[in-house]
């Protein structure tokens, strides 16, 4: 076991904690990572992009957009997320927002977002990151970290007032926008495709450091679908997700005229944190929507999910 597995963390995008007092080795370990996330993080607080891209629709028509925007915490971040997000993490608001396509994260600022509450107070965007959903083909959630309003005024409305651009350049994200998803609200599911064959790492364990790097789908998988939710997820109370909940899932797989619901026979990219998993499946067919059932996944705030599903995206 190495430095990084022996810590054990519960991380779901930006709640972050250490459940046990670390040895020296763990403590190296624990701040090599860190270091490593922390560089992903912009604090930047204007959109310093110059571009000329000005395509909001991509080559099959759809649209550059906002999936959703989630007020995971309220005041809630704790203090270990100045260490591995930015200074004056700690103890403030976390919202995770999901794009319609990955992002270019080398145009990726704070000064990117604008995040309005009900009354129409703007609340600063300290800092945002990829982390811990940062795992290849997941560059499409980002975490915003500031102080968005409260119980008595939420946060209403997530916009893109800067010169955001998509992973292969060709689409900007700048004027889009989202109303937000209530605190107390359940998470759900947003987004799913078919991964690329190319993205497959069959076999790999992984690490369980929060911040990427979740396990894979085993040797035998056909194909692999990725299911994105609003936010991260865990049982309710905080364990891991693990094989109640993927026995849970459904994919609706149609070959030729026919549709049946199919259950992954494994789920992974498991315990790294993020809002993503890997729905491995050991048939063909053309999978074309993924849902859950109410109730078996909760946020960080412990609400709990509704039955949700989604249409799956073909691989690109």
Known sequence: MTA??????????????????LSGCERIGFFIEAARLRALTDTTQSDTTTTDVRATQDALGRPAVLLSAFF????????????IFCDGAGGIDGMPVVFSHEVDLATLQAGDFKVVSASGVIGPVLCVTPAPANDIGEARTILLIGQYGSAEDAPAQVEIVGNLLSKDGQLNFRGAKTEVIPLEDGPTLVWAEVVPEAEWTLGDGGTAFPGGGGDSCPIGTKQVVR?????GVSKPGGAAIDDAERAAYRVTVRVGEEESDVVPFALADLNDGDNNHELCLDRGGEPLRVSFPAGLMSDPRDDLNPATRVAVTGAS
Not at 227 to 231: H, I, K, M, S, Y
């Open 4 to 21: 990084i597995r022996c810590i054990r963390f519960v991380s779901v995008l930006g709640v972050v904690w250490l459940s046990t007092s």
């Open 72 to 83: 995971g915490l309220d005041d809630a971040l704790p203090a270990v997320a100045e260490r």
């Open 227 to 231: 299911a994105t939710w609003a936010g």
